[in-house]
């Protein structure tokens, strides 16, 4: 079964043993020469009626596969040799006919685009055709008459002409063709502002008119843009009248102005004196550039003490009294630094390094007050530590009174009486002994102690 799925003949005929196995080893065989196109080796291995109808079927489907392609692919003749019947033939024979029709028509059209008409002529078939290759042709020569009267091609527009009108047209055109060629040549010569060739191309007054009025107007507009630009140097050679030349003068010594104060603006800004100074022209811009710095220098003297650069601000400061303020301001500063320190040390409990910083009594009467409640708060802790461990030697060194000693020793009796009634319970009555303090207690404890525990005390 193995070999039969994939077509292993020889290993199949191997395996065969019954008359069924050995009829589908044959039509392993018989497939695969179909599969292959061997129709013959097919038709000699065929030996039951199913065989050859598997064989006929399969080389049928074969024919016509190939009678479709041949004829799709327009190879009409070799189509031909699959052909078996009066209806193929004729179904053939009409393919063929459309296919050459579609050839000639799709032809036809290439050579109308491509204007070869006598290619086209030989081409069209039937009245519509003629008529659509004479139209076609009328177009494209009215296409070239134009073209050629447009472009000034007379003698080739001659030669596309043919009426009376379409000559009178040419010659007409062809007379005013000189004129027209002026018009745009002036026109151009115009945009591009070459004065010199529109003026030769001038004929009437108002020509020339037009072309001084345009050049003018240029003029007046490039002295407006050099202006603007700054270069007065070329504004003045474009100036021609006293009032445009005046203009120029004007605008160069408004602009030389503004440039001047501009730097004045600038040099201020960035605090340099000496240029500063050098662009003033009056005494009174040297007096407000004066004042000016002096309110720089004013500003960066306090904006030095704020940032407590002090040495910075005595180096601006040009009096006695601007030293002091610089003094003053350094002092207040560093009163506040110590107070901030003295303060930070107090919070942080650096009792030592507050009292280096203490200048006055009551600061020195502070840094004690605070010093000693802090320690009464750590002596009351630790109290409240050692008493809640236990700890009743570490504890009693931390009594100062007479009823924190009386305290001390009622917690304390309390925590024996606790432990000593936790360990008759558990029956540890080892520590529970070792807990006891009267002889009541000890007594309890024989009572209900194992003789070995009573014996214990003994020893």
Partial sequence: AHSLASEDVYSAGNYAVTEEELAAVEDLKIKKELKAGNYGKAKKLAKT??????????????????????????????????????????????????????????????????????????????????????????ADRKEWFNYSMDTGDFKNCYVYAISEEEEAAVKAAEEAYPEKCRVEWLTFYLAESDWKHARDLCVTEAEYADVDAKQAAQRKANIAAAKEAGDFKKAAKLAEADDEKDDVAQAEEAHTEKSRQDWLSYYIEVSDYSKAVGMCITPEEEAGVDEKFEAKRVAYVAEMCKQGKFHVAKQYALNEEEIAKCDEHEEA??????????????????????????????????VGAEESSFNEKCRL??????????????????????????????TMETYRVEHLKYYMEIKDYAKAKSTACTKEELAAIDEVAPPKTRWFGLF
Avoid: I, M, N
């Fill in 49 to 138: 009626p199913a065989q050859h109808e598997l064989v006929d079927a399969s080389e049928e489907a074969a024919r016509k596969v190939w009678l479709d392609y041949h004829t799709q692919a327009g190879e009409f003749k070799e189509a031909g040799k699959y052909t078996v019947s009066d209806g193929e033939a004729a179904a053939l024979k009409a393919a063929e006919a459309a296919y050459h029709e579609s050839e000639r028509a799709t032809t036809l059209e290439a050579a109308l685009a491509a204007g070869k008409y006598e290619q086209a002529k030989k081409l069209a078939s039937g009245e519509a055709e003629l008529a659509q290759l004479d139209a076609k042709r009328e």
């Fill in 333 to 366: 500063q560093q009163e506040a630094s110590r107070l901030e320190w003295f303060d930070f040390y107090l919070s942080e409990c650096k009792f030592d390094k507050a009292g280096e910083l203490a200048c006055t009594t009551e600061e020195f009467a502070r």
């Fill in 381 to 410: 802790e630790w109290l409240s530590h050692h008493t809640a461990k236990g700890d009743y030697e570490s504890a009693l060194g931390l009594v100062v009174s007479s009823e924190e000693q009386d305290e001390l020793k009622s």
